[in-house]
Protein backbone atom coordinates (compact mmCIF):
# COMPACT_ATOMS: atom_id res chain seq x y z
CA UNK A 1 0.00 0.00 0.00
CA UNK A 2 1.60 3.52 -0.79
CA UNK A 3 1.43 6.12 1.74
CA UNK A 4 -1.12 8.54 1.38
CA UNK A 5 0.45 12.20 -0.07
CA UNK A 6 0.81 15.09 1.87
CA UNK A 7 2.55 18.63 1.01
CA UNK A 8 6.06 18.45 2.72
CA UNK A 9 5.84 21.65 4.33
CA UNK A 10 3.02 24.89 4.82
CA UNK A 11 3.52 27.98 6.62
CA UNK A 12 1.73 30.55 8.11
CA UNK A 13 2.00 33.75 10.64
CA UNK A 14 0.44 33.56 13.68
CA UNK A 15 -3.35 34.40 14.31
CA UNK A 16 -4.17 32.77 10.69
CA UNK A 17 -5.46 29.71 9.08
CA UNK A 18 -3.51 26.90 7.58
CA UNK A 19 -5.01 23.70 5.98
CA UNK A 20 -2.59 20.30 5.29
CA UNK A 21 -4.37 18.23 2.89
CA UNK A 22 -3.71 14.19 2.71
CA UNK A 23 -5.00 12.60 -0.63
CA UNK A 24 -5.36 9.06 -0.63
CA UNK A 25 -7.89 6.35 -2.82
CA UNK A 26 -10.71 4.48 -2.91
CA UNK A 27 -9.35 2.14 -0.78
CA UNK A 28 -8.55 4.30 2.14
CA UNK A 29 -9.70 7.80 2.97
CA UNK A 30 -12.65 7.96 0.37
CA UNK A 31 -14.36 4.54 1.59
CA UNK A 32 -14.03 4.93 5.45
CA UNK A 33 -14.66 7.63 8.57
CA UNK A 34 -11.43 6.20 9.68
CA UNK A 35 -9.21 9.35 9.35
CA UNK A 36 -7.27 11.05 12.02
CA UNK A 37 -4.29 13.53 12.16
CA UNK A 38 -1.18 13.28 14.41
CA UNK A 39 1.35 15.90 16.07
CA UNK A 40 4.62 15.31 16.59
CA UNK A 41 7.70 17.80 18.03
CA UNK A 42 11.38 17.11 17.09
CA UNK A 43 12.17 13.72 19.09
CA UNK A 44 9.17 13.27 20.82
CA UNK A 45 6.43 10.72 20.02
CA UNK A 46 3.28 11.65 17.91
CA UNK A 47 0.31 13.11 19.87
CA UNK A 48 -3.57 12.10 18.17
CA UNK A 49 -5.00 15.24 17.12
CA UNK A 50 -8.42 14.56 15.20
CA UNK A 51 -9.79 10.89 14.88
CA UNK A 52 -12.76 9.84 12.17
CA UNK A 53 -11.92 12.35 10.39
CA UNK A 54 -13.13 15.49 12.46
CA UNK A 55 -13.56 14.71 16.14
CA UNK A 56 -11.35 16.00 18.39
CA UNK A 57 -9.61 13.54 21.88
CA UNK A 58 -10.64 15.48 25.34
CA UNK A 59 -7.63 18.04 26.01
CA UNK A 60 -7.24 19.12 22.04
CA UNK A 61 -7.87 22.80 21.15
CA UNK A 62 -10.54 23.16 18.99
CA UNK A 63 -8.55 25.76 16.92
CA UNK A 64 -7.68 21.85 15.69
CA UNK A 65 -10.78 21.28 13.10
CA UNK A 66 -10.92 18.01 10.52
CA UNK A 67 -12.70 17.49 6.98
CA UNK A 68 -13.29 14.74 4.34
CA UNK A 69 -14.10 15.64 0.51
CA UNK A 70 -14.04 12.30 -1.50
CA UNK A 71 -10.02 10.79 -1.05
CA UNK A 72 -8.84 14.31 0.49
CA UNK A 73 -8.98 14.75 3.92
CA UNK A 74 -8.08 17.91 5.28
CA UNK A 75 -6.99 19.16 9.40
CA UNK A 76 -7.17 23.38 9.39
CA UNK A 77 -5.31 25.17 12.19
CA UNK A 78 -7.38 28.38 12.71
CA UNK A 79 -5.28 31.24 15.16
CA UNK A 80 -2.18 29.53 14.42
CA UNK A 81 0.16 29.57 17.45
CA UNK A 82 3.85 29.73 17.89
CA UNK A 83 3.52 26.04 19.70
CA UNK A 84 1.63 24.68 16.45
CA UNK A 85 4.94 24.54 14.52
CA UNK A 86 5.64 20.97 14.46
CA UNK A 87 5.37 18.02 12.13
CA UNK A 88 2.08 16.68 11.53
CA UNK A 89 0.60 13.00 10.20
CA UNK A 90 -2.30 11.55 8.60
CA UNK A 91 -3.48 8.42 8.61
CA UNK A 92 -6.48 6.41 6.95
CA UNK A 93 -7.68 3.18 7.48
CA UNK A 94 -7.42 1.16 4.42
CA UNK A 95 -9.72 -1.81 2.58
CA UNK A 96 -6.85 -4.61 3.85
CA UNK A 97 -7.62 -4.14 7.19
CA UNK A 98 -4.89 -2.43 8.01
CA UNK A 99 -3.40 1.92 8.77
CA UNK A 100 -1.30 3.96 6.56
CA UNK A 101 0.21 7.27 7.19
CA UNK A 102 1.17 9.90 4.89
CA UNK A 103 4.42 10.86 4.29
CA UNK A 104 3.81 14.05 6.96
CA UNK A 105 4.03 17.80 6.76
CA UNK A 106 6.39 20.76 8.63
CA UNK A 107 4.51 23.11 9.42
CA UNK A 108 6.28 27.03 9.99
CA UNK A 109 4.84 29.52 12.23
CA UNK A 110 6.53 32.45 10.77
CA UNK B 1 -4.43 7.10 32.98
CA UNK B 2 -3.39 5.36 30.57
CA UNK B 3 -0.20 5.11 30.26
CA UNK B 4 2.30 3.25 27.44
CA UNK B 5 6.16 2.22 28.84
CA UNK B 6 8.47 0.87 26.39
CA UNK B 7 12.15 -0.98 27.00
CA UNK B 8 14.99 1.30 26.49
CA UNK B 9 17.46 1.86 23.62
CA UNK B 10 19.54 -1.23 22.07
CA UNK B 11 22.44 -1.11 19.65
CA UNK B 12 22.78 -4.81 17.51
CA UNK B 13 25.36 -5.79 15.19
CA UNK B 14 23.95 -6.94 11.47
CA UNK B 15 22.10 -10.41 11.37
CA UNK B 16 21.22 -10.39 15.29
CA UNK B 17 17.69 -10.47 16.95
CA UNK B 18 16.08 -8.14 18.67
CA UNK B 19 13.09 -7.81 21.31
CA UNK B 20 11.17 -4.73 22.13
CA UNK B 21 8.88 -5.06 25.24
CA UNK B 22 5.84 -2.40 25.94
CA UNK B 23 3.70 -2.11 29.27
CA UNK B 24 0.34 -0.72 28.88
CA UNK B 25 -1.68 0.17 31.82
CA UNK B 26 -4.67 2.38 33.33
CA UNK B 27 -7.36 -0.08 31.12
CA UNK B 28 -8.13 -3.17 30.17
CA UNK B 29 -4.96 -4.53 28.21
CA UNK B 30 -7.08 -7.57 26.35
CA UNK B 31 -9.89 -5.03 25.13
CA UNK B 32 -7.37 -3.19 22.96
CA UNK B 33 -4.96 -3.74 20.04
CA UNK B 34 -1.66 -2.58 20.55
CA UNK B 35 0.11 -1.35 17.54
CA UNK B 36 3.56 -0.78 16.38
CA UNK B 37 4.94 2.29 14.10
CA UNK B 38 8.48 2.66 12.63
CA UNK B 39 9.94 5.98 12.49
CA UNK B 40 13.46 5.94 10.29
CA UNK B 41 16.08 8.93 11.03
CA UNK B 42 14.74 12.14 9.52
CA UNK B 43 11.62 10.14 7.99
CA UNK B 44 8.00 9.83 8.57
CA UNK B 45 5.58 7.15 10.49
CA UNK B 46 5.25 3.77 9.30
CA UNK B 47 2.11 1.31 10.54
CA UNK B 48 4.09 -2.05 11.21
CA UNK B 49 1.12 -3.24 12.29
CA UNK B 50 -1.39 -4.55 15.10
CA UNK B 51 -2.16 -7.51 17.73
CA UNK B 52 -5.21 -7.87 19.73
CA UNK B 53 -3.51 -9.59 22.91
CA UNK B 54 -7.00 -11.20 24.13
CA UNK B 55 -6.45 -13.99 21.22
CA UNK B 56 -3.14 -12.92 20.13
CA UNK B 57 -4.74 -12.06 16.08
CA UNK B 58 -2.77 -10.13 14.44
CA UNK B 59 -2.16 -7.95 10.98
CA UNK B 60 0.91 -6.97 9.79
CA UNK B 61 1.53 -3.64 7.39
CA UNK B 62 2.44 -5.99 3.38
CA UNK B 63 5.93 -3.82 3.77
CA UNK B 64 6.54 -5.51 7.35
CA UNK B 65 5.19 -9.00 6.82
CA UNK B 66 7.95 -11.89 7.42
CA UNK B 67 10.81 -9.50 9.04
CA UNK B 68 8.48 -9.01 12.44
CA UNK B 69 6.77 -10.62 15.00
CA UNK B 70 4.09 -9.37 17.24
CA UNK B 71 3.65 -11.24 20.47
CA UNK B 72 1.55 -10.38 23.55
CA UNK B 73 1.37 -11.41 27.33
CA UNK B 74 -1.35 -10.69 29.13
CA UNK B 75 -0.52 -11.85 32.65
CA UNK B 76 1.80 -8.82 32.83
CA UNK B 77 0.07 -6.54 30.37
CA UNK B 78 2.71 -6.29 28.12
CA UNK B 79 3.38 -6.08 23.94
CA UNK B 80 6.58 -7.09 22.56
CA UNK B 81 7.93 -6.29 18.83
CA UNK B 82 10.62 -9.42 17.63
CA UNK B 83 13.05 -8.41 14.74
CA UNK B 84 14.99 -10.87 13.33
CA UNK B 85 17.68 -11.03 11.04
CA UNK B 86 18.55 -6.99 11.72
CA UNK B 87 20.34 -4.63 9.03
CA UNK B 88 21.77 -1.16 9.66
CA UNK B 89 18.41 -0.34 7.51
CA UNK B 90 16.40 -1.48 10.38
CA UNK B 91 17.81 1.92 12.61
CA UNK B 92 15.22 3.29 13.56
CA UNK B 93 12.81 4.58 16.27
CA UNK B 94 9.92 2.31 17.09
CA UNK B 95 6.60 3.19 18.52
CA UNK B 96 4.42 1.13 20.86
CA UNK B 97 0.69 2.33 20.98
CA UNK B 98 -2.59 1.38 21.72
CA UNK B 99 -4.99 1.15 18.49
CA UNK B 100 -8.32 1.06 19.43
CA UNK B 101 -11.02 -1.91 20.25
CA UNK B 102 -11.41 -4.98 18.25
CA UNK B 103 -13.84 -3.56 15.54
CA UNK B 104 -12.67 0.21 16.04
CA UNK B 105 -9.15 -0.13 15.47
CA UNK B 106 -8.89 2.98 12.78
CA UNK B 107 -6.55 5.59 15.71
CA UNK B 108 -3.67 5.14 17.75
CA UNK B 109 -4.87 7.46 21.04
CA UNK B 110 -1.78 6.33 22.76
CA UNK B 111 1.41 6.60 22.47
CA UNK B 112 4.50 5.08 24.35
CA UNK B 113 7.65 7.61 24.62
CA UNK B 114 9.94 4.94 21.71
CA UNK B 115 12.48 2.80 21.53
CA UNK B 116 15.92 3.61 19.57
CA UNK B 117 17.48 0.64 17.52
CA UNK B 118 20.41 1.08 16.21
CA UNK B 119 22.05 -1.79 14.08
CA UNK B 120 25.84 -1.33 13.17
CA UNK B 121 28.96 -3.31 12.74
Known amino acids: QSALTQPASVSGSPGQSITISCTGTSSDVAGYKYVSWYQQYPGKAPKLMIY???NRPSGVSNRFSGSKSGNTASLTISGLQAEDEADYYC??????????FGGGTKLTVL | EVQVVQSGAQVKKPGESLKISCELSGYTFTNYWVGWVRQMPGKGLEWMGI????????KYSPSFQGHVTFSADKSVSTAYLHLSSLQPSDTAMYYC??????????????WGQGTLVTVSS
Open chain 2, 97 to 110: ARQGPYYDFGHIDY
Open chain 2, 51 to 58: IYPADSET
Open chain 1, 52 to 54: DVN
Open chain 1, 91 to 100: SSYTSSSTLV
